[in-house]
């Protein structure tokens, strides 16, 4: 209520409930509970408090964990927090830079990381050298631009993730296509078979944001040299003058994610090799081909309703010719 009533500045706050809820079915799909749950970019905790209601809150064995740069927001984080019984033992959520000074490296690695970080949002980048000894992002061998942190928030979840673990993380299209060092940072993903599966997202879900964004779920234990690519763009309902997930909605999305069986017009499974080929383009769309929803025409029925149309057009030519003919004789 709080993000819709603030327009476009409560979406800095706020993820939709139904978006949370399926990025915390991804991560706890097929577990029963999880160990630690974890956003970086935590806003109001809505993505943390998803796990307590998909799980159940004493599912989550020791707690929920995050940070956030926004001291008013980081307030209201810690309040939703009580506010949903979770006990302030079981919760641990700081104030900071997460991408600059991380505070919980003596939790880390975390079984479960859910996280919606700002949308190419500027950073220090190699303006600080030290960074890219920082072994969050020195693995990939180049920082994120520094007018683009999406990759850095990607890298930062990558290394703080469990060798068991699952991250879903909301992201701007763009870093699934753009080239330069985003480029070199996907190669660094898909060569190493992190990149479990790519979802796109329908347009106009967020607060203030109209775009069409998407999910990457990472994962360090894949069983198979392969990305799964699923285009969800489609599947919403509309309600007021937003676009929302229905349950059916992402009941289809978690079951094709839990099946990986290649659907017409809604998800391939794509070799690493391929998507190498391709440039380390991770767009939907370059692999899921989008159904042609426009009319089939017939070519022989049309081509004979020509001729049709043709015959009846010279048969009234001769009808007025003969009139013409008439009215002149009579004439002279």
């Known amino acids: 209520m709080y993000a819709s009533n603030a327009g476009k500045s409560g979406g800095e706050y706020y993820t939709p409930q139904e978006v949370s809820e399926l990025l915390a079915r991804i991560v706890s799909h097929g577990r029963d509970h999880v ?75 975390f079984d479960a990381i859910v996280s919606n970080p700002p949308y190419s949002t500027k950073w220090v980048g190699d303006d600080n050298p030290l960074l890219i000894n920082d072994p969050r992002y020195a693995p990939a061998g180049v920082l994120a631009p520094k007018s683009k942190s999406d990759l850095a928030f990607t890298m930062h979840m990558l290394s703080w993730l469990s060798t068991e673990g699952t991250a879903a993380i909301v992201e701007f299209p763009g870093v699934l296509y753009r080239s330069g060092k985003e480029q070199k940072i996907r190669q660094y993903l898909v060569d190493n078979n992190y990149v479990d599966t790519v979802i796109q997202l329908p347009p106009n879900l967020f607060f203030g944001v109209t ?9 360090k234990s894949k069983h198979e040299n392969k990305t799964l690519f699923i285009d969800a763009s489609q599947l919403f309902v509309h309600e007021g003058n937003k676009n929302k997930l229905s349950s059916d909605n992402i009941a289809a999305i978690i079951a094709e994610y839990a099946d990986r069986k290649e659907v017409a017009h809604f998800s391939a499974l794509v070799d690493n090799k391929t998507i190498a080929e391709n440039g380390y383009n991770l767009s939907v769309s370059s692999y899921v081909e989008a159904e042609d929803t426009r009319p089939q025409t017939d070519i022989k029925e049309l081509n004979a309703r020509i001729a049709r149309i043709v015959e009846h057009e010279n048969r009234l030519r001769a009808e007025i010719d003969a009139i013409i003919r008439e009215l002149e004789a009579e004439t002279l």
């Open 211 to 219: 775009i069409a964004t998407c999910i990457i779920v990472l994962k």
């Open 35 to 109: 160990n630690k749950v974890y956003d970086p970019a935590c806003g109001s905790g809505s993505l943390l408090l998803q796990f307590a209601k998909v799980l159940g809150k004493h599912n989550v064995k020791k707690g929920f964990f995050g940070q956030e740069l926004n001291i008013t927001t980081y307030n209201l984080c810690r309040i939703n927090m009580f506010l949903h019984n979770i006990n302030y033992a079981d919760f641990d959520i700081h104030n900071g830079d997460t991408l600059l000074e991380p505070y919980h490296w003596d939790d880390e690695p």
